[in-house]
């Protein structure tokens, strides 16, 4: 059933649409091409990574991030959006942020795809360690479905929290490092080091180009495996307690 319901989402975001799916595309090649003329052409940025050009260092932090933040923005609204489901007594809600996630899913396989096709376009041999990117796009699957249930949660009954939803997304963005090197930072300012780690995004950014270009396991990372699984499992924990509480008062309010 969550298979079916999230292909089945997957078709109708594009239903209608003239070029249909490849509007799937446009927002994010655009976004590289947007960051690739201001850093590597207007501000010169050089990656840490010696030889790696400005936009393939760029890739495998973008397109994380545009799955945390798709994941999040549509579980926010899906009980909104799944009102006709919530109203049906027989139905478990609780997988409609679950079903959501899935077929965002289904959008960030296919840029997965593309990712690994540049990389090889651009000369990089294929690793062993490429494999990772699973563990990291689960573990950014995880994070999104924990955050989405609150937010959903409080959503049905608080409007305004798709605003800051959308403002808080936006600083998340500019917070992790994604478009440009935390040692811009740390290297002058080492306290800052610690303060980036925090934002439990930075380990799955660091770990797709772990993944992707330095060749790193997830091993490597001991401390940041298991503060991000702590993060991760407290954010879960909370969202699914307030979720299962307002659960059933949803369907007065949609």
Known sequence: MIAGLAAADFKKRFAGSYFGVLWMFVQPVVTVL????????????????????????????LIPWFFINESISGITNCLNEYSYLVKKLVFPVELLPVIKVCSCFLVHACFLVIMFAVFLIGGNMPMIQWIQVLYYSFAALML??????????????????????????????????????????????????????LNPVYYIVAGYRDSMLTGNFFWERPLNTVYFWLVVMIIFYIGLKVFTKLRPHFSDVL
């Open 144 to 197: 999104s479905l924990g955050i989405g249930f609150f937010t959903s949660a409080v959503y049905a009954f608080f409007k305004d929290m798709q605003q800051i939803v959308s403002i808080a997304l936006q600083f998340g963005m500019w917070l992790a490092p994604i478009m440009y090197w935390d040692g811009m930072f740390t290297a002058d300012h080492p306290w800052m080091a610690p303060i980036f780690k």
């Open 34 to 61: 947007v960051f690739f003329f201001i850093f590597q052409l207007g501000m010169k940025s050089v990656p840490p990574v010696p030889g790696v050009p400005y936009v393939i260092w760029l890739i495998p932090g």
